[in-house]
């Protein structure tokens, strides 16, 4: 169902004291904009995260997962071991996971078989690079990304996807996408899920903006009629500022 939605990426940020502060900080702010608040800590971070949030409203979220169920994969974090400390939401196809540590499209329908089979929400990122938008194959690039990891899957999975469209070279840079830039690919995101199920299944699915989204420009780039809200770095890290973004979601 098409929602609105502020989630945090906090990467590889805060420890565990840090967490719980962050979470107080969260806590005493007020989401006046009625959109639902997603948080990811670090994996060792999610246990505590959970508890700290219970009854807020707040929701934690994952950054990465595994696609394998279990065994030798030193340093891998499975769904169930997610979902055992009460994490049912993560985060997928993150460009620093595709740049830095090789994610593939191939690999990403593994992690999404995999977190949807486990009854899991995925936030499925993409976004094209700086070279390709100049190059003006940000649309073929965003189709590719979407198609080659999530169209195997049928219509009624989508009711677990949320869509995360992150132009790399606005991601941590300061430099945001337009409100225009933003909603002409959403738009556009929406007709590729229409060519390939149906407009219903396009209306309905979330899909979020990210890049050097703050409180300042978030209004204007939530006020676009495709865009369902925003994945947000450096912006949540500090409550206020979160909250500067969730608030600006109306
Ligand atoms: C992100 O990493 O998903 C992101 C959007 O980061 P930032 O807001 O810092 O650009």
Redesign the pocket.
Known sequence: MRQKIVAG?W?MNKNLVETKALISDLKAQANTSGARVIITPSFVNLALAVSETEGSGIEVAAQNMSQHDSGAYTGEVSAAMLKSAGVNVV?LG???RRAYYGETDALLVEKVNKALAEGMEVIF?FGEELEERKANKHFDVVASQISNALFHLEASAFKNVIL?Y?PVW?????E?ASSDQAQEMHAFIRKTLADKYNADLASSVSVLY?????PSNAEEIFSKEDVDG???????LKAVDFFGVINANK
């Open positions: 990426n990467k985060i993150h460009s620093e990122c995360a992150e606005a991601i941590g840079t300061g945001t990210g890049g050097s989204c703050k925003g994945l947000i770095g450096g912006a949540s």
